[in-house]
C-alpha cells in the first residue's frame, strides 16, 4: 500500500492553476530514457511464432520533441479468417505499467500459435512506446492517452491503435486491455495529474492485488469473473478498501469494479465487444514478482479465450446456462466444436 494522504505538492506549476504550454515544457524536459523499446519490445517481436503476422501499424514522430520517432507494431493470426470469431489484445496504452507489454509478449510467444484455425487475434503489445522508455502514464504532450480513446483524439497513440483496430477487424468478440495499478500513481502520476489539471489530487489507495475493470455499459459479471478465477491462481485478488471500494470505485464482485469506459475515453471503450476487461495488476506487491506480474496478465487473455469459446459452444448447444455450467456437457456432445 502507498503512502497515506496527504502528498507532497508537484515541483511544476502554481496549484490550482492548470498548466499551460511553459509548465508542459518543463514537465517534458525533466523526463529521461531509462529503459529500450528497440531491446524489451520490437527485438521480441521479431521471434514471434509462424502463425504470427507482424505488422507496423504507423509511428509516432516526436522528433521535434527533441525525442525519437517510434514504430508502432502490432500481430495479428496469419490466416485471418472473417468467419471467426475475433479477439483483441492490447498492452501498453499506459507504457510505464511493464507487465501489459512483457505479458502481451509472453502471451503472443507461448500460446498465440495455440489458436490458428479457431479464432482471429489482434494484439498491439506496446501502444505507448515513449512511455514505455520514459517510465510514463502520458505521452510527450502530457497527455494520458487512456483517456482519449475517442473521435479525433488528441493523443495519436490513442488514435492510430483505433485505427489499427477499425481497418483489422469488422466486429470485435472479445477486448482484453492489459495494465498495472502501481504506487507510482499516487506518488507521481496521480499528483502530476492535479498539477497539470489545477485541481486538487483525487486520492484512492493504492490495493494491493489484481482486480479488473468491466465497462459499465456492459458488465458481463460471469467473463469478469472467469478471469477473476484464473488470475488468482497466480497471485491474489485484490481486496476492498474500508468503503467497500478499489480506487473509488464500488465493488462489483470480488475483484471487479466497473467504470463507463467509453465517456471516459479508455481503451476498453473503443471497440462493441461484447466482453471486454481492464486488466490490473499490482508489481509493487511485497508478494508478487514481475514473472508473476506477467503470468497474470497471460491468465487472464487465455481465460478471456476459453470464456468465449465455451460461450460459442453453448450457444451452439443452444443452451441458456452460462458457458462455464455447460461447456464441457456440450463438448462431449459436439467434439469438433470449440
Ligand atoms: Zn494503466
Sequence with gaps: MSAPH????????????????????????????????????????????????????????????????YPLFAVRTRAWNPDRPVVLVTGGVHGYETSGVQGALQWLEHEFHRHTGVINLLVLPCISPWGY??????????????????????????????????????RVDVHVDLHETTDTDNSEFGPAKAARDGVALDWNAIPDGFYLVADRERPEPDFQRALIDAVRRVTHIAKPDEH?????????????????????????????ARFVTTTEVYPDSPTA?????????????????????????????????QPAQTAAACAQANPGLR
Excluded at 492553476?17 to 517481436?45: C, F, I, N, T
Excluded at 478499489?246 to 471503450?269: D, K, T
Excluded at 478471456?304 to 448447444?317: F, G, K, V
Design 6 to 69: 496527504p502528498v507532497k505538492p508537484y515541483p511544476i506549476g502554481i496549484p490550482g492553476k492548470p498548466w499551460g504550454a511553459a509548465e508542459k515544457d518543463a514537465w517534458l524536459a525533466r523526463q529521461r530514457v531509462k529503459r529500450s523499446y528497440a531491446v524489451e519490445v520490437l527485438a521480441r517481436l521479431e521471434r514471434l511464432p509462424a502463425q504470427a503476422e507482424l505488422f507496423q501499424y504507423g509511428a509516432l514522430d516526436y522528433a521535434l520533441l527533441g525525442w525519437g520517432t
Design 289 to 321: 514478482t514481475p514473472d508473476q506480474c506477467n503470468e497474470a496478465q497471460v491468465a487472464a487473455v487465455r481465460s478471456a479465450i476459453e470464456y468465449l469459446q465455451a460461450a460459442r459452444a453453448a450457444r451452439s448447444c443452444g443452451a441458456d446456462a
Design 133 to 170: 522508455e520514459t517510465i510514463n502514464r502520458w505521452n510527450p504532450d502530457a497527455l494520458d492517452p487512456n483517456r482519449q480513446f475517442k473521435q479525433a483524439s488528441p493523443a495519436a497513440e490513442s488514435a492510430l491503435a483505433m485505427a489499427c483496430v477499425a481497418a483489422n477487424c469488422k
Design 244 to 272: 467497500g471500494h478499489i480506487i473509488g470505485a464500488a465493488l462489483q464482485q470480488e475483484g471487479v469494479i466497473n467504470i463507463a469506459q467509453r465517456s471516459s475515453g479508455l481503451c476498453g471503450g473503443m471497440t462493441d
